[in-house]
């Protein structure tokens, strides 16, 4: 079998951004249903926890199904930007 990794992806369809990565980062998550966007606590959901969260979940999905991360900080960070670009928050 042939190894396909590592894997790169390109968004050729990126939005232009009003607002830089950090205030992103810090700003809650915004829904038409709010209510979905909070934490156990009840308190609004930034885009740094959602993208977190989503990380600790992949990178646990990677290690039980038995694949590792080389390089994990540019791993999370190649994830936060992928959302970031991809994110409809101008």
Sequence with gaps: MSSVFPLKFNNFIV?????SYETWWNINVKSYENSKWTDLKGEKVTHGDYVKDFYYKLRKLIQTSGYSIKDEKRFKNEIATFIYQLSSEK
């Design 15 to 19: 939005k232009d951004k009003k607002l």
